[in-house]
């Protein structure tokens, strides 16, 4: 597989690249007790001012980002979920597989009603056979934009048993946006076709940087200080709701060493590329001159034009040495790529590969083939108001109404659905026109008509586009045999947009197995499937204008929602249901929903 050329690294960066390809990790003979951990998470509205105006925003126990979680492999977690705020939400445990317990997934209206204002809710789930970075986040209305966490899962041996040389701090990066907006609002405006809505930020940790100011004064930036020689392992998450994310620091490089909680082969950089939904831990040596500061910045990535070009705005923190941190002078700032620069993220994406070592958890090994694949086109189109058949379309937003689709079906469950649909499977109430109180769609294994998926001249409005742009919308799910292996090719399509696309699936991980640029074709690519080594996550970049080849193995019965981690997609219905069938036995099988549920 192709790699993208870097600058040479340094010396103290090299030798930990050597040190992880060499480790041999030496398991002690007394693990650390499985434990049960317990949170009680308040969600409220808290007053914050930035940029010269106080708003409300609904954050978790007071603070953005919310309280992290710390646990340890094969923990019992428990958080209990008290809802002031004046909105309905959910908690969507992201990345953590859930296995016999999709009730507890936190999908509103998939896997549960949502938690009411002035109501309570329980959530239990246990974190065994991951070890990483995962995070957690609202699942609801756009909410997930001041909603969300980190939640690190250490080893069940200590520190002392990664696949890599011991930090000597841990430290999450949370990157995010700030939006002088009500985000339910913003919702319910992308919902019904208008996209005038835009964050005013970008933040690490909560922190806007001294890129923005009120009045002349600048704002608060995140300061990471370090001690000269040491390392740090950078547990790196994307909470944006709209954006990619390059991310550098000045005279420093990264070890990538793990994504989406699960180990990669060590990769040096000096930039990393990381797409809302996933997570990347990164090894940072403390090897620049102490006298020096440096900037730790964040750059969103578009589409380029023909595309839409929207506001997107750059952040920066500040790493700064402990021996030095009275020092004022002006930082050094990292050369950054161009927003464009769509390449640099798909070749950074083409140097990961999965890590020689495997956790005990079975559902690790790549399978051999598959016994089913899906072709999934994504892509935007629109429906008429009012649930009419026939309406002007090509931007007509009195008639018509822009959504996004997979294989030109969108997502929708209406609002006077009465059962989640998780629970209408589980008592076999799910079936065409019932259930989720909408018809009930298949995901075709193509879409229905073939064409020229990634032809520019689709983007913009106009007589090319017009003949694909009809979408019908309904409740979109795919049932899966228990126990199958599937393959799902997405494609990214030009229609209307020509953005890339972070898919991510509940309750599974899967292999990456290929990517490319321009439009899949089996007899040519399929040649390329990394069947040896390929990164395993639960939320993968289907590339601008390409394609991403991915397998998983459908083990885990439920109702699993796979969508679009943009926010604006989901909200749009890029989305289906992947409903995972019960197993021949009761441990293969999903149990009764809890008794307090």
């Known amino acids: 597989m192709k790699r993208c050329q870097s600058s040479r690294p340094t010396a103290a960066v090299a030798a930990v690249v050597a040190a992880v390809s060499m480790i041999i990790v030496l398991v002690s003979g007394t693990a650390i007790p499985s434990a049960a951990v317990e949170h009680t998470f308040v969600v409220s509205q808290v007053n914050m001012t930035h940029l010269c105006k106080e708003m409300a925003f609904t954050v978790v126990n007071g603070q953005l ?8 492999e094969g923990d019992s977690v428990t958080v209990h979920v008290v809802n002031k705020s004046p909105y309905n939400l959910t908690i969507h445990w992201h990345g953590v597989y859930q296995l016999l317990n999709c009730w507890n997934d936190g999908v509103p209206m998939i896997t549960q009603r949502p938690i009411q204002p002035n109501h309570n809710f329980t959530y239990r789930f246990d974190v065994a056979g991951q070890e990483g970075t995962l995070w957690w986040h609202a699942h609801d209305a756009f909410l997930r934009g001041t909603v969300h966490g980190a939640l690190i899962i250490r080893p069940r041996h200590g520190a002392a048993s990664y696949p890599f040389p011991r930090p000597h701090r841990e430290v999450p990066i949370i990157i995010g946006e700030w939006w002088e907006k009500d985000l339910p609002q913003v919702d319910r405006n992308m919902t019904n076709g208008y996209f005038d809505d835009y964050s005013s930020g970008s933040t690490i940790n909560g922190k806007l940087g001294d890129l923005f100011n009120c009045s002349g004064v600048l704002e608060d930036g995140y300061v990471l200080d370090v001690e000269p020689g040491k390392t740090y392992l950078l547990r790196i998450i994307n909470a944006a709701l709209f954006s990619e994310y390059f991310l550098k620091i000045a005279g420093h490089r990264f070890t990538v060493v793990a994504s989406d909680a699960n180990y990669l082969t060590p990769y040096s950089t000096d930039v990393v590329v990381i ?11 403390a090897d620049a001159p102490p006298s020096g500061r440096y900037y730790i910045a964040a750059q969103p990535i578009q589409a380029p034009p023909p595309d839409t070009q929207t506001p997107e705005y750059a952040t920066r923190g500040t790493l700064q040495y402990s021996s030095n941190n009275r020092n004022s002078s002006a930082a050094a700032m990292p050369e950054m790529p161009h927003q464009h620069d769509t390449m640099r993220s798909f070749y950074f994406r083409g140097n990961l590969t999965a890590g020689a070592r495997l956790h005990r958890h079975g559902r690790r090994r790549v399978p051999e083939r598959a016994d089913e694949s899906l072709f999934v086109t994504l892509g935007l189109g629109s429906v008429c108001r009012h649930g009419g058949a ?16 997979v294989n030109n079906v969108s997502f929708h469950i209406p609002a006077a659905a009465a059962t989640p649909i998780l629970e209408a499977h589980y008592y076999h109430r799910l079936h065409a026109g019932a259930g989720a109180g909408e018809e009930e769609e298949e995901l075709a294994e193509r879409p229905p008509r073939a064409y020229n998926y990634t032809d520019q001249a689709l983007t913009p409005f106009g007589p090319e586009e017009m003949r694909l742009e009809a979408t019908s919308r309904a409740v979109v799910t795919r049932r899966f045999r228990h126990g199958a292996t599937v393959d799902v090719v997405f494609q990214s399509t030009a229609m209307l947009q020509g953005d890339s696309n972070p898919m991510h699936l509940h309750g599974h991980d899967v292999f990456l197995l290929a990517q490319g640029i321009g439009i899949y074709d089996a007899a040519r690519d399929e040649g390329k499937f990394n069947l040896v080594n390929p990164p395993r996550k639960n939320t993968v970049l ?19 929602l796979m969508h679009c981690h943009f926010e604006f997609h989901l909200s749009m219905g890029m989305a289906a249901v992947f409903i995972v069938e019960d197993g021949p036995t009761v441990d293969t099988s999903l149990p009764p929903p809890p008794e307090d549920f």
């Open 65 to 72: 980002p919310g309280p992290t979680i710390e646990v340890t």
């Open 390 to 405: 026939s309406c002007k379309r090509g931007g007509n937003l009195k008639e018509s109404i822009v959504v996004a689709n």
């Open 542 to 560: 289907v590339p601008n204008l390409g394609w991403a080849a991915v397998r998983f193995v459908a083990d885990n019965p439920g109702a699993w």
């Open 275 to 285: 797409a809302p939904g996933e997570t990347l831990d990164a090894i940072v040596v």
